[in-house]
């Protein structure tokens, strides 16, 4: 499911923002954006991001930032020896170059900034922002997914509908079949043997038979409810079901000795397909 959710936690030194965005897919795929210093937190983000969701495409990114300008300045020592190793190496080949002055060397990259919080700091900003943002997301996607459930059901209310319809008729077109396979020969004006037209009747009969096929796209739609009234995630289940439904529909379509039970199949079909569009997007 699509969602988008922002976490802030700001002190007085320093700030971090937490933003997630999630987009469709079928399995869990999560994607960082982190500074350096909070590297180390990814491996727990992913474990958090797993108890949240199960499915989607979830990118997260992390931004941070020091609050503080009065914050003293530090030197940074390591890089101030490895600027004089440098300027003596230079002043070997070049000993008439002039020397930088003490503002030129405090100018020098990585050699002058501001003090920095300690990790811890900005760890639990960043634990505390990210869990946040996980709740806001799961909250929207949950509005979302209610949406969609509907949309489920109503299909599924749709199908139902037309199984009722074709099982009240079913007798009728069963009746219809034996008749024309009567008039034909009939047509022929020739009498049969009765023994061995009663066995070619049955034969017909029972090649077109679809009452197991029909009680299976009852009972999945029985689970498509019952996974949608469920409290768990559903929508792995949900695909399944609606693999089985459409076969269930394509052998329908492949016993079909009439216009009504052919078109019947076909609408089946087309609501099979609109349910898995939106199924694709529950969790």
């Known amino acids: 499911m699509t969602g988008f959710a922002r976490g802030s936690v700001a002190t007085d030194t320093i700030a971090v923002t937490v933003e997630i965005r999630s987009v469709n897919n079928r399995y869990l795929d999560v994607q960082f954006r982190v500074p350096d ?14 108890k949240y969701f199960s499915r989607g495409k979830i990118d997260v990114g992390v931004k941070v930032d020091v609050q503080d300008t009065d914050a003293p ?28 002055d003490q503002l030129a060397l405090l100018m020098a990259p990585g050699v002058l900034g501001a003090a920095q919080a300690e990790e811890s700091a900005w760890v639990n900003a ?43 008729i079913l007798p009728e077109l069963q009746t219809a079949q034996r008749q024309r396979i009567l008039d034909r020969l009939a047509q022929l004006q020739h009498e049969p043997d009765g023994k061995r037209l009663e066995e070619e009747l049955v034969y017909s009969a029972q090649k077109s038979d679809v009452d197991e096929e029909l009680d299976r796209l009852e009972t999945h739609l029985q689970a498509i409810s019952a996974a949608l009234d469920g409290k768990a995630p559903c929508g792995r289940r949900l695909d399944f079901l609606m693999q089985e439904l459409n076969r269930e529909a394509n052998t329908l379509a492949s016993k079909s000795s009439s216009i009504t039970t052919t078109e ?20």
Do not use: C, Y
């Not at 909070?38 to 958090?48: A, G």
């Not at 020896?81 to 070049?94: G, I, P, T, Y």
């Not at 960043?126 to 109503?154: D, F, I, P, Y």
């Open 264 to 283: 019947t199949a076909v609408e089946f079909k087309v609501l099979i397909e609109q349910m898995r569009e939106q199924i694709q997007n529950l969790e």
């Open 126 to 168: 960043a634990n505390e922002s990210m869990t946040a943002a996980l709740r806001e997301l799961r909250t929207r996607r949950q509005e979302e997914g209610l949406k969609l459930a509907q949309m489920v059901r109503s299909r599924a209310e749709d199908f139902r509908g037309h199984l009722a319809n074709f099982k009240a």
């Open 73 to 100: 300045l530090r030197i940074d020592r390591d890089r101030l020896v490895a600027l004089r190793s440098a300027l003596e190496a230079v002043a070997e080949d070049f000993p008439g170059a002039s020397s930088p």
């Open 37 to 50: 210093i909070l590297r180390s937190q990814e491996p727990r983000w992913r474990e958090d991001i797993a």
